[in-house]
């Protein structure tokens, strides 16, 4: 093993905008009456309103209608597929290139956290209703947020020990470092939001028993999800969110191995291939089923994973992990049938989906013949006081999908509070 600078590992891959070039940028906007923009962003953080402030120096405004739309706004603005979402709808992509919506969104935030601006805040008085939110990914974030500032009483409980869910432990930090999530997290938690850490629900304690009035379940998909080909028990296999986890918690002692070969197209799969190269990893090689069009990853994603010199095949399927008992290569099929193709491997990463861990032992909810909770898109699930929303449901979508769904959710628990509270 040669040596690393693991420092490369937590550089953030991309610089931001300072003040005069966020300008610059935002000085390019059509000013559009209607704001496509805005309209195609599902936590509707408002790209319209906040570049408008940038573009006439209001950079306060800005942050707080980031903010205020959207709890992990700093978390969003680094990870969100803008190319498929508000930067799509950009009305300026008729006539050059759409304005760099995320990176004016990144600006904002780190403005904010820069200059200290306090953005939200809660009642002092709170409500007689205590609200118990299962997992600390971004659905139950951004569902305490909304939830904490209406005036109830929220706790998260997360399994892990830090919150932020797959924010935390799922992406690559030169992608989405650790200070961005901490704060957005900050933000959540000093709403009054309570978090309660290293603690399973249905294991370490029955929400039931605690006398909670609502439950809301944003629990993300950590079950592992393997393919059924000869050789898949072999040391030296990997699961993606395994995987990015023993980087972002281990990365001073991770060696990922000298050869190692990711399977699958989306992003998931281009952070992992980013984290075996900045950890040291000297041949890197993602394969996927695919072509490259039809890769769900961002293509900035893409081009910043080849310009680390990390290799890509396509239209190839994964048939056998080669080996003793370690993990010595792969072995794939081709597309068309005919093609094949073997890679030398000390480490196999498969990035093609998680699964939900058991959702009954939460609180007897119904679930899809796939594990998923059954929820209405407002976050209703069969029973009256339990919601859900987020990967659990939807089955593994954006970050920004997930605020969304939290939000929805937190305005049908308020609801359902208001109209018990009449009854009282």
């Not at 009483?153 to 799922?170: F, H, M, P």
């Not at 002692?253 to 399977?263: K, T």
């Not at 699930?381 to 449901?393: P, R, Y």
Request: aromatic share 6%; charged share 25%; hydrophobic share 40%.
């Amino acid at each position: 093993m040669s040596k690393v600078d693991k420092r490369k590992y937590t550089d953030e891959a991309e610089y931001g905008y300072n003040l005069r070039t966020a300008r610059e940028e935002a000085m390019r906007c059509l000013l559009c009456i209607d704001a496509p923009c805005s309209k195609g962003c599902p936590a509707g953080t408002d790209p319209g309103s906040f570049i408008r402030s940038i573009r006439f120096n209001n950079v306060k405004g800005a942050a707080e209608t980031i903010r205020k739309n959207n709890v992990l706004g700093g978390s969003c603005a680094r990870i969100c597929p803008y190319d498929r979402l508000c930067e799509k709808e950009c009305s300026r992509t008729g006539i050059d290139r759409p304005i760099q919506i995320g990176r004016l969104q990144r600006f904002a935030v780190d403005q904010e956290k820069a200059f200290k601006m306090k953005i939200l805040e809660a009642p002092k008085k709170k409500k007689p209703f205590k609200v118990a939110c299962v997992g600390a990914g971004p659905a139950s974030l951004a569902c305490a947020a909304k939830l904490a500032q209406a005036g109830y009483q929220v706790t998260i409980y997360e399994e892990k020990d830090k919150a932020g869910g797959v924010l935390t432990y799922g992406i690559t930090p030169s992608r989405l470092p650790e200070h961005v999530v901490a704060f957005d997290v900050k933000t959540v938690k000093d709403l009054g939001v309570k978090f309660v850490f290293n603690t399973k629900v249905g294991r370490d304690v029955d929400l039931n028993e605690e006398g909670y009035d609502a439950i809301f379940i944003g629990a993300g998909l950590w079950g592992a999800s393997l393919p059924e080909i000869p050789g898949i028990d072999k040391e030296g296999v990997w699961t993606a969110i395994d995987f990015l986890k023993k980087g972002r918690t281990e990365k001073e002692n991770f060696y990922p191995g000298e050869n190692v070969i990711v399977v699958g197209g989306g992003d998931v799969a281009v952070d992992c291939a980013v984290t075996a190269k900045l950890l040291g990893a000297k041949n890197v090689h993602i394969v996927y089923r695919r072509t490259i069009e039809e890769a769900p990853a961002n293509m900035t994603e893409f081009q910043y994973a080849l310009s680390l010199g990390i290799g890509m095949t396509t239209n190839m399927a994964p048939a056998e992990v080669l080996g003793s008992k370690k993990v010595e290569g792969m072995a794939f099929n081709g597309r068309d049938g005919v093609s094949g193709l073997k890679l030398k491997a000390d480490a196999v990463v498969f990035a093609i989906g998680q699964k939900p861990e058991d959702m009954t032992a939460i609180a007897g909810v119904k679930v899809t013949e796939k594990g998923r909770i059954k929820a209405t898109a407002s976050g209703k699930t069969n029973l009256a006081k339990v919601f859900a929303a987020g990967d659990i449901v939807n089955g593994g979508d954006t970050a920004v999908e997930a605020v969304k769904e939290g939000k929805d959710a937190a305005d049908s628990i308020i609801a359902y509070l208001t109209k018990k509270e009449g009854v009282k």
